[in-house]
């Protein structure tokens, strides 16, 4: 069982949709848990961090985390064509050093106008 | 403030050859790290760099190798190339004095191996 699982997609929402994104993981020394947007041709950049569980939200977006369940989501409310993106979320046990960073190998994300 | 550079953008080489690429950080980011990105593994962590010490070290072979520069630029070298080698190399910036998890990525060196 990989550490951490995603679902590659693509997925194809109309404009104006709630989007939920999903990871899954084995690791239950995971605690501080980001989701990062990467455009065609760009690199990742860093849309939510969340330590433990619970919910965060930032405008639009809410990062969700169920460490009971090792599952953790993010939603995108009001999606917009400009969100088209390949999402990955990613785990960490430690924080500091980006090597203990363990990334999904994300989710593209198409939203038609 | 400028964001993260890679240099080339684009490289083709082939199997047998080395090659070298260029990150250059934001300015006072004194941590610098390199990402293999494939399709079939996701993005990878190679190595990380803070004040010229290498920090950290994900699982690739010797054939892969970085250093950083006193002024927190960075490189990373590939030598004998192989197939599989064929990515893109991304490299991320951070200043842990401010923030221990926010890091900051390039746009990618996109590297075809022949």
């Known amino acids: 069982q990989k550490e951490v699982e995603q679902d590659p997609g693509p997925l194809s929402v109309p404009e104006g949709a709630i989007v939920s994104l999903n990871c899954t993981y084995s690791?239950?020394?995971?605690?501080?848990f980001m989701w990062y947007r990467q455009y065609s041709r760009k690199g990742p950049e860093l849309l939510m961090y969340?330590?433990?569980?619970g919910n965060k939200e930032d405008g639009r977006f809410t990062a969700q985390v169920d460490k009971s369940s090792k599952y953790i989501s993010l939603f995108i409310r009001d999606s917009q064509p400009s969100d088209s993106a390949t999402y990955l979320c990613?785990?960490?046990?430690?924080?500091?050093?980006?090597?203990?960073?363990?990334f999904g190998k994300g989710t593209k994300l198409s939203v038609k106008p | 403030k400028a964001g993260v550079t890679q240099t080339p953008r684009y490289l083709i080489k082939t199997r047998g050859q080395q090659v070298t690429l260029s990150c250059s950080p934001i300015?006072?980011?004194?941590?610098v790290s390199w990402y293999q990105q494939t399709p079939g593994q996701g993005l990878q962590f190679l190595f990380e760099?803070?004040?010229?010490?290498?920090?950290n070290k994900g699982n690739f072979p010797g054939r892969f190798s970085g250093r950083q520069f006193s002024n927190s630029r960075s490189e990373m070298n590939v030598s004998t190339l192989e197939l599989g080698d064929s990515a893109l190399y991304l490299c991320?910036?951070?200043?842990?004095?401010?923030?221990?998890?926010?890091?900051?990525f390039g746009p990618g060196t996109r590297l075809t191996v022949t």
């Open positions: 991320a910036s951070s200043d842990p004095g401010r923030s221990l998890y926010e890091q900051y």
């Open positions: 690791n239950s020394a995971f605690q501080y």
């Open positions: 969340t330590y433990s569980s």
């Open positions: 990613a785990m960490s046990a430690r924080r500091g050093s980006q090597g203990n960073l363990i």
């Open positions: 300015s006072g980011h004194r941590s």
């Open positions: 760099y803070f004040s010229e010490t290498q920090r």
